[in-house]
């Protein structure tokens, strides 16, 4: 590999000194005309050559001075710039300015070479909102071409080394010249003081001093990221680009173009292209593609087929086993599918053996777990929007009813064990917790009730609604309610905190180990609070209102938003993780269990994706939207759907 | 459980007198904390005689020489000579125990005579008052015995040239205000490392324009408000607020010091909550159980290459751009700022220190120092003592917060 001086770049960095005034002719042959650029080492001149005598032939002029007053050290730049200059005469790639002439005049060589009309890619940039797609793959494709020239030199590959937007130029006919071969381009320690900046294009095993091929795949692929997103890589944290996915910024790019990109800038060499040739050759299929000459490659996740719910109210016939058919539909069979009479709005519970589930036919339904079969059910006089919640202690099922009534109800037998009434629909879902159960109610209250006797023990005053489910500590009960206030209640019923959203707030709140109280509101955003006196530490903003009760685990927060997104966002700082969009609202809560997260859209799907990225494993399509949370029963996953039905699908390990 | 049962009878003054209403928050009170001093006659603020002379909005201090006529252990033994000498300080003393306000900053200056930061502790005859009915935090029974005698988070703060630079770029700052009433406001720490860089004063001043910046932010948009109680549904969240007087010491410094730059690592402690914000590589650990974690990430080229598996932590220590940043305040004109909460546990320990710590000395060496030496003031004495003796080739800089356990 030639070690090179560098030459004098063409950027508007510090300006060398230039010894040529304009119309000065050098070396008997090149009038000067002017300075089009000026950099570190030197100057370079737009000059006429004037052996031309009747066409004007106008040529570059790079003139480089030795930086060192040293006779010696002089020398042997000089002489390693010859070196270079003759290495560089001989390629012979319409990508690469031709080299004319080299001399050397007073201590200072100069380099003749064709001057390129253009601009380099650094000012399109500029100049420019954005680049046409096709002419990008374009120029990506020839300069593969060109760096897969260089690289397969004899008996050493040159490697360009410095890759980035402003050594391309675009030439008036619109094709890319690769300009500056500034080979030795070594890094300036600062050892002394700290500095700010970063190359921005160079690949990570650059900075070892380890330049090879795939270091310039790597900076090319930096510099297609640069110039289709337009995001400055010298502006971000070094090696980040993967955290800026090309699509995302540019809707024009296509995801196999994307992908070429994005395998370029692997960290590990490894897993980059190999050669700039079968990056080329990727590219063009990109370009057939794009032009209409290639299929679509098929795109994973195809919306499953839909079972039909096969179950009869009171009769569910369970098929024996049922397991991920992922080989022949993608879809997943349920275990079994119970059908109410109404619509099921709230989210199943379980004891040991039964599934019970609330349904607006003003019922509550106890199924059998093993076979979907009828268990009992409990009539009130409403429609049921509350979840049930189980309590092993009493052996009791707890839910409330829009007939305004907080029902406990024997688990075995289906037998009512107290009834309490309230002055409003109960569309709270209750917490049971210190042999205490607590409830929000339309009547504005939210209600602790001694699970012994069904008698009350306070009520607390929201001032409107209360339709989350209370959050219960060891100190506190936190609460939110319709006018968008969340409070934090001590457990004898006085007002510790509060704090307000700017809109109605339906989804329950969650507090997690570390005292971080999560709080979604209708007002999109999502608040995490100091559990102990209700101190804002962070929000983050949805695009739609949240209904979606947060869930926490291992440190990441889950939420929907009716945006149609689920987020997966840092619970110390409330910076996104991802998001996935399920292309209609979420207003169901998610589950979290064995790495997987599983949720309900309005889309009619239940989903399930791998709860560290994001990626979607399966979706099950039930006959209706899904506004309540998936819940686990042994090993079932329970989700009731607006089509009636309750779906028990088999959990694959 | 018996304590649980009488909790959840109802106390008499709750729900409908108890109605939630947003006061209006939007102005903020121009109060600074000279004014706060008058008008708070229950809060003593206490600044240290010989740091008086570098107020909040002030000019800082004339520039410290290098100590080039002593030798290291010349050195070494003055430091230990200052950590041993009985307190010198006035106005410490008569800081009631009860509520105590102590107002430190430290800008470009010689490393200080200690002054004790430590909040007096209070007697057991005041433990009771924190456990009364249900109107406060309610706590079981047996957990009253377990009071520690520790009631306040206690703080030392050093910092120091070195032995190879001519000025200090580093600029510290600490504030930590404790009270016991029945507003039960919680305690307020506002603790700052900031490490300037840039050619002639640049850095020192792009680290004092910080401190004083953020100092005055956090303190007016957070701190005030809270004492007077008008921030009961302040609209801005706290790693907002942190972020946002961040960007306004990073818009100070582009207008004032435009060659230079500085990192900041801060932190905002409300009751038993630390509220961080970070840039650059300057660094927040949390030393707790004997572990010592890293809470912050460096924004440098090296700890890109380390996460990348590109380098090895030792690699890094001598490579080449060990100190190539890619975050700084006073680069552009936004900044992006690293914002994370933690909750402090009780017996817990944060760190905040400039590169000439940890740059220097191991993370094993700060654990054995914080967790042997008797106060925070005395292991950060240490602390710049070690750094120094380990070559010294940077300004060095240390706050040591110690949780009640």
């Not at chain 1, 003759?86 to 001057?115: C, G, K, T, W």
């Not at chain 1, 009539?379 to 409330?400: K, L, M, N, W, Y």
């Not at chain 1, 009547?443 to 609604?465: E, I, T």
């Not at chain 1, 608040?527 to 949240?546: K, Q």
Request: with cysteine.
């Amino acid at each position: 590999m030639p070690e090179t001086t560098q030459f004098t770049g063409m950027g508007n960095e510090s300006s060398g000194t230039a010894s040529l005034k304009s119309n000065s002719v050098i070396s008997n042959r090149y009038k000067i005309h002017s300075i089009i650029g000026s950099g570190g080492m030197g100057t370079v001149y737009l000059a006429r050559d004037l052996n031309f005598t009747d066409v004007k032939r106008l040529v570059a002029v790079k003139e480089m001075q030795a930086s060192t007053k040293d006779a010696a050290m002089r020398g042997s730049m000089i002489k390693n710039f010859r070196r270079e200059a003759n290495l560089l005469a001989q390629l012979n790639h319409s990508a690469i300015p031709r080299i004319f002439d080299i001399f050397e005049i007073n201590d200072r060589a100069y380099l003749v070479m064709e001057y390129i009309n253009g601009t380099d890619l650094e000012q399109l940039m500029q100049k420019t909102k954005e680049l046409p797609i096709d002419k990008v793959l374009e120029w990506a494709i020839d300069l593969c071409d060109v760096l897969d020239y260089l690289h397969n030199q004899k008996p050493d590959p040159i490697i360009f080394r410095d890759m980035k937007p402003s050594n391309v130029m675009i030439d008036s006919l619109g094709k890319v010249r690769l300009i500056d071969f500034g080979i030795a381009r070594t890094f300036v320690s600062h050892v002394k003081g700290t500095m700010i900046g970063t190359e921005g294009y160079s690949a990570p095993e650059q900075y070892k001093g380890d330049a090879n091929p795939q270091s310039d795949i790597y900076s090319l692929g930096a510099t297609l990221h640069h110039v289709l997103t337009r995001k400055d890589p010298r502006l971000e944290a070094p090696f980040t680009f993967h955290e800026r996915p090309i699509t995302n910024s540019n809707a024009n790019v296509s995801d196999d173009f994307a992908k070429v990109v994005e395998k370029a800038l692997q960290s590990n060499q490894s897993d980059r292209y190999a050669t700039c040739a079968e990056m080329k050759l990727d590219l063009e299929r990109v370009r057939l593609s794009l032009s209409g000459m290639v299929v679509a490659v098929p795109r994973p996740g195809a919306p499953a087929g839909a079972p039909s719910p096969t179950g009869q109210a009171g009769a569910a016939p369970a098929s024996p086993t049922s397991f991920f058919d992922s080989e022949a539909t993608g879809t997943i069979q349920p275990k079994w599918a119970f059908k109410t009479e109404d619509e099921i709005r709230s989210s199943a519970a379980a004891s040991k053996d039964l599934a019970f589930v609330g349904s607006y036919d003003t019922n509550l339904w106890a199924i059998k777990q093993e076979t979907g079969e009828l268990a009992w059910k409990f009539p009130t006089r409403g429609g049921i929007a509350s979840s049930p919640a189980i309590d092993d202690q009493s052996r009791t099922v707890v839910f409330g009813s829009e007939d305004f009534n907080l029902y406990a109800v024997d688990q075995r037998t289906g037998r009512n064990s107290w009834t309490f009434q309230t002055k409003g629909r109960i569309r709270s879902t209750p917490r049971i917790a210190h042999n205490v159960a607590f409830v929000g109610s339309d009547d504005f209250k939210v209600y602790a009730v001694n699970m012994s006797n069904g008698r009350q023990m306070w009520a607390y005053d929201m001032g409107a609604p209360v339709r989350t489910r209370p959050f219960v500590t060891n100190e506190l009960i936190i609460a939110g309610c319709e006018a968008g206030d969340v409070v934090g209640i001590t457990l004898s019923g006085a007002r510790k905190w509060s704090y307000r959203t700017r809109k109605a707030v339906l989804a329950s709140p969650y507090v997690d180990e570390e005292g971080n109280c999560y709080i979604g509101s209708t007002d999109g955003y999502m608040y995490a609070l100091d559990v102990n006196n209700g101190f804002n530490s962070w929000r983050f903003r949805t695009n739609g209102a949240i209904y979606s009760s947060p869930v926490e685990n291992r440190g990441l927060l889950y939420f929907g938003s009716t945006d149609s997104n689920l987020y997966c966002v840092n619970a110390e700082n409330g910076r996104e993780k991802w998001k996935f969009n399920a292309e209609k609202p979420i207003i169901g809560s998610p589950l979290i269990h064995k790495g997987e997260i599983f949720f309900g859209g309005t889309d009619q799907n239940l989903y399930c994706l791998d709860a560290e990225n994001g990626r979607e494993r399966w979706r099950f399509f039930t006959g209706g939207p899904i506004t309540s949370a998936p819940v686990v029963a042994g090993n079932l996953l329970l989700i009731g759907s607006m089509d009636h039905v309750l779906y028990a699908l088999p959990l694959v390990s | 459980m018996n304590w649980f049962r009488k909790l959840l009878q109802p106390t008499k003054s709750q729900s409908a007198q108890e109605k939630i209403s947003a006061p209006s928050t939007a102005d903020e009170p121009e109060a600074t904390v000279a004014e706060l001093k008058s008008e708070s006659p229950a809060l003593k603020v206490t600044e240290p005689a010989a740091e008086s002379s570098a107020p909040l909005n002030g000019t800082h201090a004339q520039k410290s020489e290098p100590e080039s006529g002593k030798d290291l252990s010349e050195v070494v033994a003055d430091l230990d000579n200052l950590i041993t000498e009985p307190e010198p300080e006035d106005g410490l003393e008569a800081t009631s125990p009860q509520e105590t306000v102590v107002l430190r900053m430290e800008l470009d200056e010689e490393p200080q005579p200690p002054t004790h930061a430590t909040a007096p502790l209070p007697s057991t005859g005041d433990l009771m008052i924190s456990v009364v009915d249900g109107a406060t935090r309610p706590l079981p029974q047996d957990a009253i015995l377990e009071f520690s005698p520790l009631t306040h988070t206690a703080f030392g703060q050093a910092t120091d040239v070195g032995r190879m630079r001519t000025n200090n770029q580093d600029s510290a700052f600490s504030f930590f205000a404790s009270g016991r009433s029945v507003d039960d406001i919680p305690d307020f720490g506002l603790f700052i490392v900031a490490d300037g860089m840039g050619g002639h004063q640049d850095g020192e001043k792009a680290s004092a324009i910080t401190t004083r910046t953020v100092a005055s932010q956090v303190l007016n948009t957070m701190y005030l408000p809270m004492i007077s109680r008008q921030n009961k549904n302040n609209d801005v969240p706290i790693a907002e607020s942190l972020a946002n007087a961040t960007q306004k010491a990073n818009i100070e410094i582009m207008s004032h010091v435009p060659e230079g730059g500085t990192t900041l690592s801060s932190v905002v402690i409300i009751g038993d909550r630390a509220y961080i914000a970070h840039v650059g590589d300057s660094r927040i650990y949390m030393f707790h159980h004997g572990i010592l974690e890293k809470l912050t990430r460096d924004h440098s080229l090296v700890q890109r290459l380390i996460e990348l598996d590109q380098i090895t932590i030792e690699e890094a220590a001598d490579h080449p751009q060990k100190n190539v940043l890619y975050r700084a305040l006073g680069q552009n004109d936004v900044v992006e700022v690293d914002t994370l909460t933690r909750r402090l546990p009780p017996g817990a320990m944060l760190l905040l220190c400039s590169d000439g710590l940890w740059n220097q000395v191991s993370d094993s060496a700060i654990s054995d120092v914080i967790s042997h030496v008797h106060s925070p003031q005395e292991a950060c004495q240490k602390l710049v003592a070690m750094a120094n003796a380990a070559g010294g080739i940077d300004n060095v800089t240390v706050i040591l917060l110690q949780i009640p356990g």
